[in-house]
């Protein structure tokens, strides 16, 4: 159903990381530590700055895929997968963008399912990659399905 | 606090029970991340779809899971983090999050991580890459 949108990418976003926001995700992940928190400790660490939590390029805009419209039920995260080449820094900007790397179809327990890895990216204004995170998206059989209708 | 490089492989980073999941606690990660999906937020709307009621963000896990290493962050950053999401966590659930260390190369230090329910139960489980600074 997919197959075709394996390759398609989105237009670089520019997105900034801002403090209060990050206060804000650390909160809301229970770890207030003061590497993300507080000022002062981001300055007299190895960093320089203070760091954003791992997992927070789920807060990033990553543009549109052009022609790629998930269904908005039946879809499972499957699997989540970060690299970094360095920590996301608080006041970094940080340029974004997403890319379908691979579809598939197989029959499941439950029927046929579609089996969709997206890359969500993000690189410095040069262009130099920070980090890449790959979600892996279950489709369901009613899910893909309703695609079709 | 050790540091992180004294682990010997096959030990762990001391584990982490969270408090019972909330409905407060959902919300507030919805609004930090920009998931607004219905099943983390609306008993009906998550019972609509099938689901036995509200379950929380396999996102919110994966991030409360990247505590266990946040202390460590002047020896270095988590270069690897890799998580397959095995279970849902459902309201007043208690999450305890677990990170051994598999192997030691070099720079980097692979840990075997993982969540689980008040059942014993893996919620997600995976892999996390903390490269030491040189």
Redesign the interface.
């Known amino acids: 159903m997919y197959e075709a949108a394996i390759g398609k990418r989105s237009e670089r976003v520019r997105n900034v990381i801002d403090r209060n ?1 990050v206060k ?2 650390a ?5 207030e ?1 003061p ?2 928190v507080d000022e002062a400790t981001g300055a007299s ?3 320089g700055s203070n ?1 954003a ?3 927070y390029p ?2 990033f805009n990553y543009g549109q895929i052009e022609g790629l419209t998930l269904p908005p ?1 039946g879809l ?9 080449e ?2 996301l820094l608080v006041g970094d900007e940080v340029y974004c963008y997403a890319r379908v790397a691979d579809y598939k179809e197989r029959e499941g327990k439950n029927g046929r399912m579609g089996i969709m890895r997206i890359e969500n990216n993000g690189e410095d204004a040069e262009g130099k990659p920070i980090f890449s995170s790959t979600v892996v998206i279950i489709i369901n059989e009613a899910a893909i399905k309703g695609m079709n209708q | 606090m050790n540091t992180i490089e004294q682990l010997k492989v096959g030990e762990g980073i001391a584990p982490v029970q ?1 408090p019972p999941v909330t409905p407060d ?1 959902l919300v ?2 919805a ?5 607004h999906n219905p099943i983390h937020l609306d008993e009906d709307e998550a019972k609509r ?1 099938g689901l036995p009621g509200i379950i929380a963000h ?3 896990t ?3 899971l ?2 266990l290493f ?2 460590y ?2 020896e270095g ?9 095995r279970g849902m966590v459902f309201l007043g659930d208690i999450v305890t999050l677990q990170a051994k260390l598999e192997s030691k190369d070099d720079q980097l230090l692979t840990f075997q991580v993982s969540a689980s329910n008040q059942s014993g139960a893996d919620v997600l489980k995976g892999k996390a890459i903390f490269r030491l ?1 040189q």
């Open positions: 926001k804000q995700f909160r809301a992940i229970g770890d530590n590497i993300y660490s190895r960093y760091l939590p791992p997992t789920r807060v039920k499972i995260h499957g699997e989540q997968i970060y690299h970094y360095r920590p | 969270l606690v507030q990660y609004e930090a991340s920009g998931d779809l396999g996102m919110w994966m991030g409360n990247t505590k946040t202390p962050y002047e950053f988590l270069q690897d983090y890799q998580i397959r999401f600074a």
